[in-house]
């Protein structure tokens, strides 16, 4: 009897790993519009790094037995249970489930546990939130493996997987309390599986009482923000204009009264120089050519007459100034020339 109950023990033993033994997770999911989840059954606390079946695939999921149409079954839970599966996510990751938008994309994320656990994979959806039909999806990234699923240097690895929302696609799903649920199942072509998972996403253009996307209609306030910046914009183009208008005015007059009153110097100190140096070489030529008092004194007289014709007050300093000049040097004549006559009468 002993033998035959080993037989029928290790037929059982048999049996439980090949309906349960799974070799793919998905642990991320991500929509086009926001919010994040994974597939059902993910227990995030299942270690990563290494292949066995205990612990490294226990919320792996596989698509065999009384869930092969729907949700799939994992090694820890059985059955997968689309309601608290739900709410599991939901409370693991703190945010909204996967938002997506007709003609949009769910990113997501597959740990290869072990050999047959790898691409490629087919993705579809269901639309009312129970996973009894679906329909395939395109998918756009895919996970290296040839056509069983298998690919050794991908264990315990990683890998991008993402699939495409139909442009009409709708969600009409009410599940853990979230209206317009769908559900997106991926698999692959493992001949002990397929694996994969199955994750929720949320449809965001018709999810209006949604937490997440009514905080979204708070951006409409972002319009008064438009109409204030348009405001600050009038505010600081007057305040601009009217700061380079006094600026450029300030400094176009005084540059031009720089200008002016340096070209008004220089022609002044010109002309002033010109006409001194004019009326004292007239005088001086004329007093060194024996002209008398009387004419030193008449030129002087003109040359002040000239210099005092300037416009320019310096211009009577300078003048005046040349004229002074002019009577010491006459001066020094006149005592020369008595001087001589001295001379002359006592050598006489």
């Not at 049996?15 to 642990?27: G, M, N, P, Q, R």
């Not at 698509?63 to 799939?72: I, S, Y």
């Not at 990683?158 to 709708?170: K, R, T």
Request: charged residues 20%.
């Amino acid at each position: 009897m002993a033998p035959i109950k080993n037989i029928i023990l290790a037929l059982f033993v048999a049996a439980d790993l090949a309906a349960v033994s799974a070799h793919s997770v998905i642990t991320n999911a991500v929509g086009d519009a926001g919010g994040s989840g994974m597939a059902l059954g993910v227990d995030t606390s299942t270690p990563r790094d290494g292949t066995r079946r205990r612990p490294f695939q226990q919320d792996a999921t596989r698509f065999r037995g009384n869930a092969a149409d729907t949700v799939g079954e994992t090694l820890s839970n059985g059955d997968n249970d689309i309601e608290q599966g739900t709410l599991d996510i939901m409370e693991e990751t703190g945010s909204q489930l996967p938002q997506v938008n007709p003609g949009g994309s769910l990113e997501m994320t597959v740990h290869q546990v072990n050999s047959d656990g790898a691409g490629p994979y087919t993705c579809m959806i269901n639309a009312d939130g129970t996973g009894t039909s679906w329909d395939n999806i395109p998918v756009t990234t895919n996970v290296e493996g040839n056509e069983r699923g298998r690919n050794r240097d991908g264990e315990m690895g990683d890998f991008p997987l993402v699939a495409s929302i139909p442009a009409g696609q709708n969600c009409t799903g009410t599940v853990a309390g979230e209206d317009n649920v769908c559900l997106v199942r991926c698999q692959n072509p493992a001949r002990a599986g397929p694996f994969g998972g199955v994750i929720p996403v949320q449809m965001a253009q018709a999810n209006g009482g949604n937490a997440g996307n009514a905080g979204n209609t708070g951006n409409t306030g972002n319009t008064g923000n438009a109409d204030n910046g348009n405001a600050n914009d009038t505010t600081n183009d007057t305040t601009n204009d009217t700061t380079n208008d006094t600026t450029n005015d300030t400094t176009n007059d005084t540059t031009n009264d720089t200008t002016n009153d340096t070209t008004n110097d220089t022609t002044n100190d010109t002309t002033n120089d010109t006409t001194n140096d004019t009326t004292n070489d007239t005088t001086n030529d004329t007093n060194n050519d024996g002209t008398t008092g009387g004419a030193n004194s008449n030129a002087n007289g003109n040359n002040n007459g000239n210099a005092n014709g300037n416009a320019n007050g310096n211009a009577n300093g300078n003048a005046n100034g040349s004229g002074n000049d002019d009577e010491e040097e006459e001066d020094e004549n006149d005592a020369g020339t008595r001087n001589n006559r001295r001379a002359t009468r006592f050598s006489a």
